[in-house]
């Protein structure tokens, strides 16, 4: 190798000196590699062959029932001030850090193969993309690599014409909850992880990479790391506008990213395409709007709740060359959640399936597929320049108080409502389910550094010639008092984003509220939907002492990041408290 790659040779020498593999294999990113793994893997029974003849190409993978979600108290940002890391963010010294996983990692490669990961974030042949090499143990995690990252020959070369890129140096371990550790060391473009080997935790170029560490390197290189979709919206004259949307885990992204239109909206030409499903780059482009980039090549998706109904190009897309995790398996070897049609023989954890075990297939069950593979994919994904976002979107679960849709007035309100977001928790996360969080734009697990240098680092956006997306909030899951929701959702959600897009550009009026505005009576589209008199007023309804209360629990909120807190959120709080307050 040439010497331009001296620093990643000297790297993967001191990792292997260290962990004491048996063999090096530097990967490719071929399909002869990947091929090979599968077979290995199934010989050793870390994947099981599901039926090749419904499911071509596609095996499951059982990880250990202790090891299935992110495990935030155990994922640390390591700055060497403990400041910088933030209240949002688990701290170690970094030295004290390096030295405590480093005598985990003392040769616990021993009787395994140490593969060597080159990998892009973002087409390979984009100026916004960033690359990074995974050092892992983990068969499993290579090929899941492969699926997730532009992996392999290429981005060496990628890595060899930069001559940067970030180090993750990852080992399963024993497995051991106790001997588990997922750091981050952002000021040196650093990962290891430890002990783990589910997908947050030990695919490094996903969360650990694309968000974490990115968005320490956005605040320094003048961009955003988001936790975010991004979708084209094509109407019937053929114009195409994209959406970026914020939500927490298993809260219907990549439903909304693979959304089917309506019949009717069908029938006049609405189309939508797919750019991405959880991680969105955005940059500012020389004509001051955002571009943004998936830096992600596949989709890393929640299971349970994707199913005919609620997403039927997802279906298609994990129909064929897909690694599934933890999910249960039918009588005829066909994987299987609940939701799907069929009886699950097996759960996912391999025992046969006993209702009293639980559910069949684990909450957070996984599938892992090319986003090549979905019918909505647009080749603009691969766009070097990106693509132009025109609206950013801010949700989260709530059962009540947030409507349907509301636009903030500016850049500054739309900022607040990034940073004011709420959500009841999902089991993608260790923890309890069904609990309010504050989840600032979503990005609550995964800012690399504090949360009011970041929400300083969004504000420093709006400068003169910019031409900022329109923001916007929205809720999906408001319920009635009988706990049925109002909405409902789905393709039906393009219904909210064409009103979004004509806000965009002029076409609505919209009705002005104390927190944002809303949609005027006959604004929604709403032909062919049958929704009962009174709900889409329920939808809308700003609920005054409610919110009220919701903006002195923000205030709370928000202070526990001071004294970085930036006051331009100090004040648009107090605004709209006031225009409430004056509204009573």
Known sequence: MSSKLDALNAWVAEAAALAKPDAVHWCDGSQAEYDALIADMLQSGTLVALNQHTHPGCYLHRSNPADVARVERLTLVCHPQEADAGPNNHWMDPAAAHAKIDAMFDGCMRGRTMYVIPYCMGPIDSPLARCGVEITDSPYVVANMRIMTRMGAAALARIERDGSFVKGLHSIGELDPERRWIMHFPAELAIKSFGSGYGGNALLGKKCHALRIASYQGRTEGWLAEHMLIVGIENPQGEIRYIAAAFPSACGKTNLSMLIPPEGYRRDGWKVWTVGDDICWMHPGEDGRLYAINPEAGFFGVAPGTNRKTNPN????????????????????????????????????????????????????????SVRQCPTWTDQAEAPQGVPISAIVFGGRRASL??????????????????????????????????????????????????????????????????????????????DADGKFLWPGFGDNLRVLEWMLKRVEGGATGKPTPIGTVPAPGELNLEGLDLEPGRLEALLTVDQAGWQAELADVETYLESFAPRLPEALRRERDRIAQALAASD
């Open 314 to 369: 997802a279906l298609e897309t994990i129909s064929h060359d897909t690694i599934y995790t933890n999910v249960a398996v039918t009588a005829d070897n066909q994987p299987w959640w609940e939701g799907l049609p069929g009886t699950p023989v097996t759960d996912w954890q391999g025992r046969p399936y006993d209702p009293a075990n639980g559910p069949a297939a684990h909450p957070n069950s996984r599938f892992t597929a």
């Open 402 to 479: 947030q409507p349907l849709v509301v636009q903030a007035r500016d850049w500054t309100h739309g900022v607040l409502m990034g940073a004011m977001m709420g959500s009841e928790t999902t089991a993608a996360a260790a923890g309890a389910v069904g609990v309010l969080r504050r989840d600032s734009m979503a990005m609550k697990p995964f800012c690399g550094y504090h949360y009011g240098d970041y929400f300083t680092h969004w504000l420093d956006f709006d400068r003169p010639a910019a031409k900022l997306p329109a923001i916007f909030q929205v809720n999906w899951f408001r319920k």
